[in-house]
């Protein structure tokens, strides 16, 4: 994911987004992840808003009514990036559970426990 990131900005120029997180691992079957702060699932949105009519769009005008066109940038960008991330790298098992939005909009997907 660093190295798709790179290529991204520093070869192709483009602005897209991808969040890359630690992980240590310390044994077969243990390791130590890095916390993505500032950040919620889509399924713990969903959870806390469970009205019908609730949309992800509804939630970015209400939450990011201030910064509501730098927001939808953040989302569109790191929608592209993960949406090529995941598709070049086959990564499996995408739910609600498994993608964050973060504080400032953007898409932060985890949980890569299924790939290749």
């Known amino acids: 994911m660093k190295r798709l990131r790179e290529i991204f900005s520093e070869v192709a120029n483009l602005n897209i ?3 890359p997180y630690e992980i240590i691992v310390t ?5 130590f992840i890095e916390t993505v702060n ?3 699932s889509i399924d713990s ?5 469970p009205n019908n009519e609730w ?15 730098l927001a939808v940038k953040n989302f ?7 949406a090529i991330f995941t598709y ?4 499996k098992d995408r739910h609600n559970g498994n993608i964050l939005i ?10 890569f426990g299924f790939f290749l």
């Open 17 to 19: 987004y991808l969040r």
């Open 27 to 31: 044994s077969a079957s243990s390791g």
């Open 38 to 40: 500032d950040s919620s």
């Open 45 to 49: 949105l969903k959870k806390k808003f």
């Open 55 to 69: 949309t992800l769009y509804h939630f970015y005008l209400n939450y990011f009514e201030f910064d509501l066109d």
């Open 76 to 82: 569109v960008e790191s929608f592209a990036g993960y």
């Open 88 to 91: 070049l790298f086959n990564v």
């Open 102 to 111: 973060d504080s400032e909009g953007h898409l932060i997907h985890i949980d």
